[in-house]
């Protein structure tokens, strides 16, 4: 990885928190992903970094089990590591980080143990903005779900122009001097370190994050990490020259009986009745995002979207989709094609076919997709017109 000038950074792990939401039995960073914990994960991209130092800030009474689990992720790396416990609040637990820096490192920094994914690179582009002069460097990926703005009661006020708008991640780099001296001078609380340097007056610039630096947050994040990093051995298999395609099957069954009017294959159905389920019991649209899950490795629909993610109540197929597209991608995926085939006496969809290919294709970022539909002779719960059932083939390829 490229080194910053004379080697005189260091990173501060801030891995300090208690992991209520995560509910994993322990503080967040010592919650077990596979045979390792988060901070393990964490820690081997940070000592790819090379930094001068490496500080890791914990709860109180971990530091122990922090040097051990920091020792491992080493694997015989002889840098300085300095382990700290943190305060109440993050910008207790970074000025803890702080204050043990060497007198000689000029640059931090700071990264969440939580966001253990992400991928060397990230540090590349941080580490090569701040030593091209830059004050205050973090990553972002844009911001690509319909924002709203909403009152107390809970009521839309107005659509927010996500244009603008990027989500933050770490690391996020930092001369000391400033760093310090924004801590020293802004009293009110802030939810990363680039907001408190911005309070105090300095410039903030953005280099490009990656999707797969996601915050280890709540159980589904969990879940996810999980699922791509069992897919991660594939990444360590030499690639042939022309990458090799992986395909998947899915399959999902709704029953006639939902409120509203009927969503299917991305379209609305006047006049149809609605099929039950968490979402909009788009059986198509969902076949689609178990086959692509499948060809991955990385789960299945109840991993990503399961009755514990509110968010997805009542989407449509756009929204999983798209979501799935991300998934893919930060598992270093993008869909080949898809075809999928829809069991169900109604809605008839001779008429709307190419429309609804239309409709998934874009929703799956452009790629091909096939629509087919067929009766059972009067067999079956479809047959009886009791509900849809939708089958699904899903081609990936590595990116």
Do not use: C, Y
């Not at 969990?222 to 998947?248: D, H, M, Y």
């Not at 995002?289 to 991993?303: F, H, K, P, S, Y």
């Amino acid at each position: 990885m490229t080194h910053a000038p004379d080697s005189r950074f260091a990173v501060v792990v801030v891995a300090a928190g208690s992991g209520t939401r995560l509910r994993g039995g322990a503080p967040k960073a010592f919650v077990a992903v596979d045979d390792r914990s988060i901070l393990h994960h964490a820690l081997r991209v940070v000592f790819l970094a090379r930094p001068a130092q490496v500080v890791i800030v914990v709860p109180a009474g971990h530091e122990a089990a922090a040097l051990d689990v920091a020792r491992d992720a080493a694997d015989g790396d002889p840098r300085a590591v300095d382990i700290v416990s943190g305060g109440t609040t993050r910008q207790q637990s970074v000025a803890a980080g702080l204050a043990i820096l060497r007198d000689d490192v000029d640059t931090v920094l700071i990264h969440d143990a939580a966001r253990a994914l992400t991928p060397a690179s990230v540090f590349e582009r941080v580490i090569a903005r701040i030593a091209a002069g830059a004050v205050a460097v973090i990553p972002a990926v844009p911001v690509v779900d319909t924002i709203k703005r909403v009152d107390a009661n809970g009521r839309v006020v107005a659509a927010v122009d996500r244009s603008e708008l990027v989500a933050a991640q770490t690391p996020q780099a930092f001369r000391v001097s400033v760093l310090r001296a924004a801590l020293n001078a802004v009293e009110a609380d802030h939810t990363d370190d680039a907001a408190l340097v911005a309070a105090a007056g300095h410039d903030v610039v953005v280099v490009d994050g990656d999707a797969v630096a996601f915050k280890i947050t709540t159980t589904p994040d969990l879940e996810r990490a999980r699922a791509l990093l069992a897919a991660a051995p594939l990444a360590s298999v030499p690639s042939p020259s022309v990458p090799v395609p992986r395909v998947g099957i899915g399959t999902d069954v709704h029953g006639f009986g939902g409120e509203g009017t009927l969503w299917l294959a991305g379209l609305e159905w006047p006049g149809e009745q609605a099929l039950s389920g968490h979402s909009d019991g788009d059986a198509v649209a969902h076949a689609i995002v178990d086959a692509l899950l499948a060809a991955a490795g990385l789960g299945d629909i109840g991993t990503h979207f399961g009755t514990d993610r509110p968010e997805f109540a009542g989407a449509h197929a756009e929204a999983f989709l798209a979501h799935t597209v991300e998934l893919l991608s930060a598992a270093g995926m993008r869909v080949g094609n898809v075809s999928v085939q829809v069991q169900a006496n109604r809605p008839r969809f001779a008429a709307r076919r190419v429309e609804a290919e239309r409709v998934l294709s874009a929703a799956l970022g452009g790629a091909a997709v096939s629509v087919s539909a067929t009766t059972t002779d009067g067999l079956g719960f479809t047959g009886r017109t009791e509900g849809v059932a939708a089958f699904a083939t899903a081609l990936v390829v590595p990116l």
